[in-house]
């Protein structure tokens, strides 16, 4: 039986820190990414672990590309037998400004990527997890109150959130372990340093490495949310506690210099 971790966006950001973590546990590593060139880099920046690492080029946002991640499974299971001991859902992007400025592609490319194809993925990879093995879906603070300029991000992550307490309440007495991660502002390639000729400030930024360890220290232990740094626990609770109409507020005052020209 040949076990396995399975980890999307894994070429950059949060993602690269879980590979690193993570495939010294498993027997491979399959990484799943847009860029074939980075996902190759990755095998190199791994060293002789690097040798691990399966690169899986699949763009998120397209349902068809899911078929090669079923069909990858089903021909690995039937040849060694597969166990996949950790699935982490890491891809996703968004991006700051008002809803009358993305398209109707834009759109559709961010609940794909991050509505669907989590859900996708956890329902083709569950049928080889087992109790002990992890799933893991990144959310983000932003899933705990309506955010303006970020509304669609802000939403899909608060689905991303629910969908993923509730699936691990149905996964319980399966033993799967299921981890939402709720982390505030990474510093990542993500980030943008700018909007409309003005610096942006990100309160309470992190970098990666910190956000992952803390990510699988807390599924390790079993526990079904996962917040790095006390401050964000505290912001995130102020999300969820107070009225939505004030922190609606206040974050769209802390934004709009940004996002108005």
């Known amino acids: 039986m040949k076990k396995i971790a399975i980890i999307t966006g894994a070429s950059g950001g949060l993602g690269k820190e879980f590979v690193s973590r993570l495939i010294s546990e498993v027997d491979e590593l399959w990484a799943i990414g847009r860029n074939v060139s980075k996902l190759e880099a990755l095998k190199n920046e791994n060293g002789s672990q690097g040798e691990k690492i399966i690169p899986l080029q699949m763009d998120l946002s397209d349902i068809k590309s899911f078929d090669i991640l079923s069909s990858k499974l089903h021909s690995e299971n039937e040849t060694d037998g597969i166990e996949i001991s950790w699935l982490i859902n890491n891809a996703g992007a968004g991006r700051f400004g008002p809803s009358k400025d993305f398209s109707t592609e834009e759109l559709n490319v961010s609940i ?150």
């Open 112 to 261: 794909t990527c991050h509505c669907t194809a989590i859900a996708s993925i956890c329902n083709i990879c569950i049928p080889y997890m087992k109790a002990g093995n992890h799933l893991v879906n990144i959310a983000s603070q932003s899933a705990f109150s309506p955010l303006p300029y970020i509304n669609l991000y802000a939403a899909t992550k608060a689905f991303v959130y629910s969908y993923t307490r509730a699936l691990g309440e149905e996964l319980k007495d399966s033993g799967i372990i299921v981890t939402a991660v709720c982390p505030g502002w990474i510093k990542t390639g993500l980030i943008v340093e700018s909007l409309n000729g003005k610096k942006v400030h990100f309160p309470l930024l992190t970098t990666a490495d910190k956000v992952a360890a803390k990510a699988l220290k807390d599924a390790r232990r079993g526990k079904p949310v996962s917040i790095y740094k006390l401050s964000v626990r505290y912001i995130a609770w102020l999300q969820k506690h107070l009225n939505n109409s004030i922190s609606v507020r206040v974050w769209a005052k802390l934004v709009e210099k940004y996002v108005k020209k």
